[in-house]
C-alpha cells in the first residue's frame, strides 16, 4: 500500500499541564504565546490549558495561530460527575481541541475504553481530539508496539473515517517524559512509520490526514532536530510551554 500524504501545517501543543497558578499568569502566558506564534509562517499552537483557566485564556484577542484545548473531558453532556467537564462545556468557552488519554491521566486509572468513548464526545461535540498513545517501557522484542496499537485501536474505535480527518494522534513514550532529553528523531521516525501504518489498515488512505505529534521532554534545542527527522508533523511540548522565554525561543527555532 503506497499512497502519498499531503503537507501539513506544523502544530505545537502547549501542555500546561497544572500551570499556571493564578488567572493572571495565564493571561500573561497566553499574550506571550500568541506573541511568539505570531511571526512564524506555516506554524500554529494550541494551547492546553486547565480547565479553570480556559475560559480566561480564550477570550483574549482572536489568533489565526493560536487555539485552544482542555486537557481532558469527561464523555458525557451533562450529569453527576463531580469535578468533571464534558466536551460541550469546554467547547462553549472555546475550546477548539482536546487532549485525551494523556499519561498523566492514564496513569490515574484512565482506560483505552475510557478514551474510545472520550473520542466520540469530542467529536458529537464538534472538538477535535488529540489522542495520546505511548508506552511505559520498551522492550527488545517489540511487544510494546502491540500495547500502543491497541490504545489506538481502541480509543478510535468508534471514529468513522470520514471524520478522522479531525483526530491528531500524540505519540509519547511515557519513558521519555519529563526531562530534557526526547526519544531519539531517528526511533520516532521508524515509531511514526508504524503508526500510519496502524492507521492505514484500520482507516485506509483516510490515515494520511491524520497528523502525528511527538511529545516527551521536547526542549528549544531539540525541536527542530525532531521536526525535521523524526517524520511528525508537530509537536507536544510540555513543561518548556509554560517557560515563555525557552518556548519563545522553541517555536522561534521552527522558523
Ligand atoms: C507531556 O507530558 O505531555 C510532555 C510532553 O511533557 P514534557 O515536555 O515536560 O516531557
Given at each position: 500500500m503506497c499512497y502519498n500524504r499531503t503537507i501539513m501545517a506544523v502544530t505545537i501543543v502547549a501542555?500546561?499541564?497544572?500551570?499556571?497558578?493564578t488567572k493572571a499568569g495565564a493571561r500573561v502566558l497566553v499574550s506571550a504565546t500568541k506573541k511568539a506564534a505570531r511571526?512564524?509562517?506555516g506554524l500554529s499552537v494550541i494551547i492546553a490549558a486547565p480547565s479553570i483557566f480556559l475560559a480566561e485564556a480564550a477570550k483574549g484577542p482572536k489568533s489565526a495561530k493560536v487555539a485552544f484545548a482542555a486537557q481532558d473531558i469527561h464523555?458525557?453532556?451533562?450529569?453527576?460527575?463531580?469535578g468533571e467537564t464534558s466536551a460541550w462545556q469546554a467547547k462553549d468557552v472555546g475550546a477548539a481541541y482536546t487532549l485525551i488519554g494523556h499519561s498523566e491521566r492514564r496513569a490515574m486509572g484512565e482506560t483505552d475504553e475510557d478514551t474510545r468513548k472520550k473520542v466520540a464526545a469530542a467529536l458529537a461535540a464538534g472538538l477535535k481530539p488529540i489522542l495520546c498513545v505511548g508506552e511505559k517501557h520498551r522492550d527488545s522484542e517489540g511487544e510494546y508496539l502491540a500495547g500502543f496499537s491497541a490504545q489506538l485501536m481502541t480509543g478510535l474505535a468508534d471514529v468513522p473515517a470520514s471524520k478522522l480527518k479531525a483526530v491528531s494522534i500524540a505519540y509519547e513514550p511515557v519513558w521519555a517524559i519529563g526531562g530534557e532529553k526526547p526519544m531519539s528523531p531517528n526511533l520516532m521516525h521508524e515509531t511514526s512509520l508504524y503508526i500510519r501504518k496502524v492507521l492505514s489498515e484500520r482507516f485506509g488512505k483516510a490515515a494520511l490526514s491524520v497528523p502525528i505529534l511527538y511529545g516527551g521532554s521536547i526542549t528549544e534545542q531539540t525541536a527542530r532536530e525532531m521536526m525535521t527527522e523524526g517524520e511528525v508533523q508537530g509537536l507536544l511540548v510540555g513543561?518548556?510551554?509554560?517557560?515563555p522565554v525557552r518556548f519563545a525561543t522553541l517555536l522561534k527555532s521552527l522558523a
Open positions: 501542555n500546561w499541564k497544572m500551570h499556571p497558578q511571526t512564524i509562517r464523555f458525557e453532556k451533562v450529569g453527576a460527575f463531580t513543561h518548556v510551554s509554560v517557560d
